[in-house]
DNA sequence: TTCTTATTTAGAAAATTATCTAAATAAAGA
DNA sequence: TCTTTATTTAGATAATTTTCTAAATAAGAA
């Protein structure tokens, strides 16, 4: 799986700004670049580092490119920082 | 706040060993450089990073200095990757 | 097949990061 | 005050990241 790449991809704005476009629908690589003032190579790359991380999953329609949200990882995530944070009142069944 | 700062010092995978070992107890920096095959330099630079990220706190006592596990931070990503996941049955009210 | 549109890949430059060694600081003890 | 121990800071270097421009690829349309 890899924290170490999925924590890299979540650590740059512009890719935190893409996941929060991809929360409402998915996109074209286009559509996403539209929404800031870098190159459409720019775009790429950071969705690269995103698919990467399996992040996000693309799908080709003719000459388009769809992107949508993969909330898998978001879950492994989640279950790492609640351990590290310690479960309170269900791990440490002591209290 | 700054989720980019908490997200890129989560990246390495030195700082997530780190957090891990605090997530037992404090500790000095000495001992936790004496888990890793690195200079205490270098311990000192990602306890720096984990430190600004508000990861971790600091405390002296004498000549060592005590780190501790800061998990009010990880309330906040958690937050932030639930709310990217989308909140199911809740946030959507239409269901 | 040639053109157009959508997108990625390649190559380069500037900025950032992780690591080291050596030097500096901070506190306590002799 | 001098020495020792714990730790950080400074300066250097190698590796990685982000961005650009220009070129390449992929698919459909004329």
Redesign the interface.
Known sequence: MG??ET??A????VR?EI??LL?QRRMSAGEIASNFEMTGATISYHLSVLKKAELVFESREGTFIYYE?N?SV??D??VW??D???VPSYEQTEN
């Open positions: 924290f170490a924590f890299k979540l650590s740059d704005p935190r996941l929060q929360k949200l909330t978001l879950e995530l989640m920082l609640s590290l944070k310690g």
